[in-house]
């Protein structure tokens, strides 16, 4: 089974503060996402990864980085904590085969394997 | 840009009863995925929809997918209390490598 470990399940933190969410996945997984959701909003994507070292930014960024140092760890940094950041963030993770074009990914892939979920952060800034 | 659009976001059922949940979406995809959250819990995958008229089901839950409908459904057969979750559809758009577009969720309850 594939098994998405976020770091901590709760988190309370004040503003401004710098604030790390850990992700670890153990399946070789290429792809990380870090979405968060809301009442009535559903999941947002915040950022994503294809690859070490790789992110693209997804429909919700500002306020936020990420970093993927090593394959299999996808960490979102919160810069300095805003109260509107006060949410529940969720870590994922599939396998995909990308294609690569010289330097460039393609953006095409060709797996079928849905996304595996972590437990969660329940994050608050005060 | 892609749009997911659940329907409807709150649903109270009586056990034994079926309903269905649709999940719209507004351009091209080529991947459609069901989710179940529990209170407190993560996302649970369902079902992986890969094609127009494409049909799964697991026990009392059906999913079918038209694509040239743009539109999913999730049936509910002779509901239980345990089938009692939040529902999420999810899209790919049919370019985007593997990001997904989820809908806002339903949130089934299922009264004894």
């Known amino acids: 089974d594939v098994k998405v470990t976020q770091s901590s399940r709760y988190l309370v933190k004040r503003t401004g503060e710098k604030v790390f969410l850990e992700c670890v996945q153990d399946?070789?997984?290429?792809?990380m996402f870090w979405y968060r959701q809301d009442p009535g909003l559903g999941l947002r994507l915040i950022y994503f990864s294809y690859d070490v070292k790789m992110k693209e930014k997804g429909d919700i960024p500002e306020g936020y980085s990420v970093s993927r140092e090593k394959k299999e760890r996808f960490s979102l940094i919160l810069e300095s904590a805003s109260t509107n950041q006060t949410s529940m963030y969720l870590c994922a993770s599939t396998l995909t085969r990308n294609i690569r074009w010289g330097r460039k990914w393609t953006g095409h892939v060709y797996s079928n394997q849905p996304q595996h979920f972590g437990d969660g952060t329940r994050l608050s800034i005060l | 840009e892609l749009k997911v659009e659940q329907n409807p976001l709150f649903l109270s059922m009586q056990e034994g009863k079926n309903y269905t949940i649709y999940c719209n979406y507004s351009t091209t995809s080529d991947r459609l995925y069901w989710y179940r959250q529990d209170p407190g819990k993560s996302l649970e995958s369902l079902f992986v929809?890969?094609?127009?008229?494409a049909v799964k089901q697991e026990g009392r839950l059906m999913a079918s997918l038209d694509t040239k409908a743009r539109l999913s459904t999730l049936h509910i057969t002779a509901a239980v209390h345990d089938l009692s979750a939040t529902y999420f559809c999810a899209a790919r758009p049919a370019t985007s490598g593997s990001r997904l577009t989820f809908g806002e969720g339903t949130q089934l309850t299922v009264n004894p």
């Open positions: 399946m070789d997984h290429e792809n």
């Open positions: 929809l890969l094609s127009n008229g």
